[in-house]
């Protein structure tokens, strides 16, 4: 069974750094693009990152542009998100999400269960 | 940036209830849409893609219609399970993505 695991979050001050990662199993990793998805405490769900099967094309959302790089690691089967000059409003469950790979016509059709980030002093 | 704006933001609705949820597009974005289900605590389910197309393991009783700017997400006949939040996505901008705000569907 596919299955997206993430690990890394935590309470952390603003204007600090964390990384998250994200470890897969059941799917090979390197066939898929991935994308990191937040959700703040109540409210709705945000893209935030892409990177392509190859790496060769990623994309940031506006809100992190700068401050975040999403990697990935296709030999240990994992997705990244390193998280610098964290601010209060990137308190947010953080969740990794498989693209089904099928460009406009796809969709995200594997979650992970989603790690938390609170940033606050 | 493509915007998506969800109604109602909230339902109030019963068991065996057809139940429809509408996603609007600020510009057209052909059939390039995706709905999923969230329930409290969990991650977010892909229920349709491509605008109308079942994902694999989704019950019959979800469907979905639209292109261009406006999008539905019809539950024919609502169970105990389906009440969650559900969301829009847009893929025209493939692969800058946006969803639409949610639909909270409560039990009346």
């Known amino acids: 069974e596919a299955q997206l695991v993430e690990s890394g979050g935590g309470l952390v001050q603003p204007g600090a750094s964390l990384r998250l990662s994200c470890a897969a199993s059941?799917?090979?990793?390197?066939?898929?693009?991935m994308n990191w998805v937040r959700q703040a405490p109540g409210k709705g769900l945000e893209w935030i990152s892409y990177?392509?099967?190859?790496?060769?094309?990623?994309y940031y959302a506006d809100s992190v542009k700068g401050r975040f790089t999403i990697s990935r690691d296709d030999v240990r089967n994992s997705l990244y998100l390193q998280m610098n000059s964290l601010r209060d409003e990137d308190t947010a469950v953080y969740y990794c999400?498989?693209?089904?790979?099928?460009?406009?016509?796809?969709?995200?059709?594997?979650w992970g269960q989603g790690t938390m980030v609170t940033v606050s002093s | 940036d493509i915007q998506l704006t969800q109604s109602p933001t909230f339902l109030s609705a019963s068991v065996g209830d057809r139940v429809t949820i509408t996603c609007r597009a600020s510009?057209?974005?052909?059939?390039?849409l995706a709905w999923y289900q969230q329930k409290p605590g969990r991650a977010p389910k892909l229920l349709i893609y491509?605008?109308?197309t079942l994902q694999s393991g989704v019950p019959s009783r979800f469907s979905g219609s639209g292109s261009g700017t406006e999008f539905t997400l019809t539950v024919s006949s609502l169970q105990p399970e389906d009440f969650a939040t559900y969301y829009c996505?847009?893929?025209?901008?493939?692969?800058?993505?946006?969803f639409g705000g949610g639909t909270k569907v409560e039990i009346k």
């Open positions: 999400a498989r693209d089904r790979g099928t460009y406009k016509l796809g969709g995200f059709d594997i």
């Open positions: 059941g799917f090979t990793l390197r066939s898929y693009a």
């Open positions: 990177i392509s099967s190859t790496s060769v094309t990623i």
């Open positions: 510009q057209g974005i052909s059939n390039y």
């Open positions: 491509a605008a109308s």
């Open positions: 996505q847009q893929l025209n901008s493939y692969p800058r993505f946006t």
